[in-house]
């Protein structure tokens, strides 16, 4: 390679490279536009937009499953309970001492039940004569043992019991879980 190439081929390489370097300078000195945070328009008169619901605490939903479970302990039960949100979210599970192993499941799909129907699952376990495809909808188990929790009337909870001899015994624990809540 002659001189002359040499000096061109470098003159070449070294205005890439600036030309390089000042585009990444650039590129990282120009700030990025402030973008203003999107809030929706919220008038007093406009609140057709919006919604509030309801929901338990994680303290009202502990003391619903342990009111629950010592009901159970008191005859000698050994059971899961779980406790879901109205959207069928665990919120909380306890799992009694000698629980079987299937009763965790169970529990929280008879809560999710429950509360999805806004019945206790004794009463929609009686509708399946008539409506036999309910126990086909995932996530559901139409046996006694969940109860829903309201407010004004409304669905907000359910708890569910599972691991009792019976639906009868499970709902009964159940139901001095949600009424736990009323004192």
Same mark, same amino acid.
């Given at each position: 390679?002659?001189?002359?190439?040499?000096?061109?081929?470098g003159t070449a390489l070294a205005v890439a490279l600036g030309a390089g370097a000042f585009g990444a300078v650039s590129a990282s000195a120009t700030p990025a536009p402030e973008s203003?945070? *999107?809030?929706?328009?919220?008038?007093?008169?406009?609140?057709?937009?919006?919604?509030?619901?309801?929901?338990?605490?994680?303290?009202?939903?502990?003391?619903?499953?342990?009111a629950a479970l010592g009901a159970a302990e008191k005859e000698n039960q050994k059971v899961t *309970?779980?406790?879901?949100?109205?959207?069928?979210?665990?919120?909380?599970?306890?799992?009694?001492?000698?629980?079987?192993?299937?009763?965790?499941?169970?529990?929280?799909?008879?809560?999710?039940?429950?509360?999805?129907?806004?019945?206790?699952?004794?009463?929609?376990?009686?509708?399946?004569?008539?409506?036999?495809?309910? =126990?086909?909808?995932?996530?559901?188990?139409?046996?006694?043992?969940?109860?829903?929790?309201?407010?004004?009337?409304?669905?907000?909870?359910?708890?569910? *019991?599972?691991?009792?001899?019976?639906?009868?015994?499970?709902? =009964?624990?159940?139901?001095?879980?949600?009424?736990?809540?009323?004192?």
């Open positions: 390679m002659n001189i002359r190439t040499r000096v061109l081929t203003a945070p *999107v809030q929706a328009a919220a008038k007093k008169d406009d609140d057709k937009n919006f919604t509030t619901s309801t929901h338990l605490t994680i303290d009202a939903a502990t003391r619903a499953a342990r *309970v779980a406790v879901v949100d109205r959207n069928g979210n665990t919120v909380v599970t306890l799992r009694g001492d000698g629980a079987g192993p299937q009763s965790y499941e169970s529990a929280q799909r008879k809560a999710y039940t429950a509360v999805s129907w806004n019945a206790p699952t004794s009463v929609l376990a009686g509708r399946l004569a008539q409506a036999p495809n309910l =126990k086909d909808i995932p996530g559901t188990l139409f046996l006694g043992g969940g109860v829903p929790v309201q407010a004004k009337g409304a669905p907000v909870a359910g708890v569910g *019991v599972a691991g009792a001899p019976s639906g009868d015994l499970d709902e =009964k624990f159940a139901k001095a879980g949600v009424d736990s809540l009323g004192k």
